[in-house]
């Protein structure tokens, strides 16, 4: 057996060590955690049934909306658990190295994917508010679909090169993840061999992912602001921006977010500061989703009263 073959089969698993400097914090953690988890989860199911069920809601942004919700369910169930399961047991829990990778797998398909998702949403946006007489032409179900399945396949694109790459490395210790999941640089951190060519595909590969759908929404929210402050009555603005602006403010939180944990140096000090602002965009931004979107908006409001008051009668009839 090569050299390279014993290292590896001398690791199998890695200790994810989570919160465990919260040290008394980590059970109120575990329950606001949970709390988050469990109504991240029947927000965005709820939204994902409103959606299906009601025909009022079959429209390029509720379609967009829907997608998102499934994305943001799965995110939450890659993460979440296992930071649940830690928290709970107060100490670093073992996961397999190849758990580990299939977490970080799914960890960045979904990220990605969730990028393009968030531009197809800005450019629905955009045209419905720049474009509108033509809104019903552009966005087409045949158009729509493409964006969606398209977000999905990119996704998953670059995080299967480097998954690749990385199933590559070798470890021989130490084995522990100072991180609540499994995420590139913690891994990487790890290996025994050299990483710098994978980081810097890897690096290549994320800014392929990120940059152009960032660049994308970008744009269209700088137009779409252009457009809302040229109309001239206020009920006018206020109406064309209400439509926009909680998909904005997702944007924005999961943006700022991810560039402030990767950008920012890699010390000790700021790994902890890390962790933590970690949560806002795995954690935070799908629990954000259905309160944003079920909050702000008339027509999913007026979509859940509407099943609401169907339960109740159906409730009535049985008794």
Known sequence: MAKGEEQNQTITKFLLLGFGDFGDLQFLLFLLLLMVYIMTMVGNILIIVLIISDYHLHTPMYFFLCNLSCLETCYSSNILPITLINLLYEGPIAISVIGCMIQYYFFGFLAASECYLLAAMSYDRYVA?????????????????????????????????????????????????????????????????????????????????SLPPFLLTFASYVHIISTVVRIPSTNGRQKAFSTCSSHLIVVSIFYGSIMAVYILPKTDRLREINKVLSLFYTVLTPLLNPLIYSLRNREVKEAFGKAAAKLYIVKRMHH
């Not at 995080?159 to 210790?173: H, K, S, W």
């Not at 891994?187 to 290549?204: G, K, M, R």
Request: proline fraction near 4%.
């Open 129 to 209: 508010i720049c474009n509108p007489l033509l809104y019903k032409a552009i966005m087409n179900g045949r158009v729509c679909l493409k964006l969606v399945v398209g977000s999905w396949i990119s996704g998953s694109l670059a995080i299967n090169i480097t998954i690749y790459l990385m199933y590559q490395l070798e470890f021989c210790g130490p084995i522990e993840i100072n991180h609540f999941f499994c995420d590139f640089n913690p891994i990487l951190n790890l290996a025994c061999n050299n990483t710098h060519v994978i980081e810097i595909l890897t690096a290549l590969l994320a800014a392929a992912c």
